[in-house]
C-alpha cells in the first residue's frame, strides 16, 4: 500500500466521494466498475478533456495523474475498448471516454484521433470497516444492482426518448422537455437508462429544472448492456416514481440499434407498459422513417412526437409527418411546442399549474 496525489478524480468515480490524496494497492481486480490511478502519458489536441466529480471539464495533459474506473465501451462515434483479462501498474491502457472510463482500445474515429495512453499506477483502496485498517478496492456507484427488482412506477407517467443514434440531440430534446414541465407547474424526475458513464447528461436535465436525476453508474454500472439495461431502468423508474414526482422523464442513450441494450429495455413488457410517451430523436428523414418503423413493428410502440436533427427546418419535419404521420417538433428552435406536445401526450395538460402560454 502506498499514498499517492493525484491531479483530476474523474466523474465516473463520483459516488466514491474521493479526495486528491489516495492509498493504492498494486493488487487490480481486473473488473468493470473498479477504482484505479494512472498517468497521462500523451498530450492531444482534441477530445482531451476530463468530467470532474464536480461536472466541471478539465483539460488533461501528459504527466498528470487521474483518477478513472475500468471498464468497455461500445460506441458508434468515438472509441470502443474492452476490459483486460489481467491489470497491474506500468501497464498501459487508454481512456475510452470524457467520464474517465479506462480500458484496452479496440477502435476510435478519425475525428477524435487516438485515445490517451495511461499508465495504470494502482487501485484506489476505501476503508470501510470502523477502526481497522483493512483496504479494499474501490467501485464505482452507491449501490450495486439488483437483477430480481419488480417495477412498479404507480400511476406516475414515464417519458422515454430514444434516437436513431448516438448525437441524435436526445440530451437536448430530454431537457427541453423538462424545462417546459418545469414552466407548466410539474415536479419532474429524469435519469439516463443507458450509455458509458459521463454524467453531462443528467446535468442538463438539473439545469433544465429536474428535481432529481439519476444515472446508471449510480448503481455500480460503467457501460450498459442488453444483460443489464431492462435491471437498471426497472431500478431507477421505481427509484423516482418513490419520490413522487408528476412525471418521469428518460434518456436512452445510444441508439434502437446498438450495444447498449436500448432494444433489451423496449423489449421488455412490463417497461413497456410503464412508457405513457416515447420521444425518437433522429439525424435525418431516413432515419426518422426507419426508427418509427422499428419503434411500431419490434417493439409495439407509438412515438408521441419526432425530433432532433432532422427536425431542424420545414423541410424535415414535412417530410417526416407526411411520411411516418407521427408530429415532428425541433428541441432548439421550439422547445415549449415540444414540451407542450409531450405533456398533452401523457395527459398532463388540464392539471397543469401555468397556462402554456404565461411564459412565452
Known amino acids: 500500500?502506498?499514498?499517492?496525489?493525484?491531479?483530476?478524480?474523474?466523474?465516473?468515480?463520483?459516488?466514491?466521494?474521493?479526495?486528491?490524496?489516495?492509498?493504492?494497492?498494486?493488487?487490480?481486480?481486473?473488473?468493470?466498475?473498479?477504482?484505479?490511478?494512472?498517468?497521462?502519458?500523451t498530450n492531444k489536441s482534441t477530445y482531451n478533456t476530463l468530467e470532474l466529480t464536480s461536472g466541471r471539464m478539465a483539460k488533461v495533459g501528459k504527466g498528470d495523474i487521474v483518477v478513472g474506473a475500468l471498464g468497455p465501451r461500445r460506441a458508434l462515434f468515438g472509441y470502443s475498448g474492452h476490459v483486460p483479462?489481467?491489470?497491474k501498474p506500468g501497464d498501459v491502457l487508454q481512456m475510452l471516454n470524457i467520464g474517465g472510463v479506462l480500458g484496452v482500445c479496440d477502435s476510435a474515429t478519425i475525428d477524435k484521433g487516438k485515445p490517451f495512453d495511461c499508465r495504470v499506477l494502482g487501485v484506489?483502496?476505501?476503508?470501510?470497516?470502523?477502526?481497522?485498517?483493512?483496504?479494499?478496492p474501490a467501485r464505482v456507484g452507491h449501490r450495486p444492482l439488483d437483477f430480481n427488482v419488480?417495477?412498479?412506477?404507480?400511476?406516475?407517467?414515464?417519458?422515454?426518448?430514444?434516437?436513431?443514434?448516438?448525437?441524435?440531440?436526445?440530451?437536448?430534446?430530454?431537457?427541453?422537455?423538462?424545462?417546459?414541465?418545469?414552466?407548466?407547474?410539474?415536479?419532474?424526475?429524469?435519469f439516463k437508462a443507458t450509455g458509458?458513464?459521463?454524467?453531462?447528461?443528467?446535468?442538463?436535465?438539473?439545469?433544465?429544472?429536474?428535481?432529481?436525476?439519476?444515472?446508471?453508474?449510480?448503481?455500480?454500472?460503467?457501460?450498459?448492456?442488453?444483460?443489464?439495461?431492462?435491471?437498471?431502468?426497472?431500478?431507477?423508474?421505481?427509484?423516482?416514481?418513490?419520490?413522487?414526482?408528476?412525471?418521469?422523464?428518460?434518456?436512452?442513450?445510444?441508439?434502437?440499434?446498438g450495444a447498449y441494450g436500448v432494444d433489451a429495455i423496449l423489449e421488455a413488457a412490463d417497461i413497456r407498459r410503464a412508457l405513457t410517451?416515447?420521444?425518437?430523436?433522429?439525424?435525418?428523414?431516413?432515419?426518422?422513417?426507419?426508427?418509427?418503423?422499428?419503434l411500431r413493428e419490434r417493439f409495439g410502440i407509438e412515438p408521441c412526437v419526432v425530433t432532433g436533427p432532422a427536425t431542424d427546418n420545414r423541410v424535415g419535419i414535412?417530410?417526416?409527418?407526411?411520411?411516418?404521420?407521427?408530429?415532428?417538433?425541433?428541441?432548439?428552435?421550439?422547445?415549449?411546442?415540444?414540451?407542450?406536445?409531450v405533456i398533452e401526450a401523457v395527459g398532463l395538460a388540464e392539471s397543469t399549474r401555468v397556462a402554456a402560454g404565461a411564459l412565452d
Request: proline share 4%; net charge negative; aromatic share 2%.
Open 1 to 41: 500500500m502506498k499514498t499517492i496525489v493525484v491531479d483530476k478524480v474523474a466523474s465516473v468515480t463520483q459516488a466514491c466521494a474521493l479526495g486528491q490524496e489516495l492509498r493504492l494497492s498494486a493488487q487490480v481486480p481486473a473488473e468493470e466498475g473498479v477504482v484505479i490511478v494512472a498517468e497521462i502519458l
Open 85 to 87: 483479462s489481467s491489470v
Open 124 to 136: 484506489v483502496l476505501q476503508f470501510p470497516y470502523l477502526g481497522e485498517r483493512i483496504g479494499v
Open 150 to 190: 419488480v417495477l412498479d412506477t404507480g400511476a406516475i407517467p414515464v417519458v422515454a426518448l430514444a434516437g436513431t443514434c448516438m448525437e441524435a440531440g436526445k440530451t437536448a430534446a430530454a431537457a427541453a422537455i423538462v424545462g417546459r414541465m418545469r414552466h407548466r407547474g410539474l415536479t419532474v424526475d429524469a
Open 196 to 257: 458509458v458513464s459521463l454524467r453531462r447528461d443528467i446535468l442538463a436535465f438539473e439545469d433544465a429544472g429536474a428535481r432529481r436525476s439519476m444515472i446508471f453508474t449510480d448503481l455500480g454500472v460503467v457501460t450498459t448492456t442488453a444483460r443489464t439495461g431492462p435491471a437498471l431502468t426497472r431500478t431507477m423508474l421505481n427509484d423516482m416514481a418513490a419520490g413522487q414526482p408528476d412525471v418521469i422523464v428518460f434518456e436512452l442513450g445510444d441508439g434502437l440499434l
Open 277 to 294: 410517451a416515447v420521444v425518437l430523436s433522429a439525424n435525418d428523414p431516413v432515419a426518422a422513417w426507419g426508427g418509427v418503423k422499428l
Open 318 to 341: 414535412e417530410i417526416i409527418e407526411q411520411q411516418t404521420r407521427v408530429p415532428a417538433c425541433n428541441a432548439l428552435s421550439d422547445p415549449s411546442a415540444l414540451g407542450d406536445r
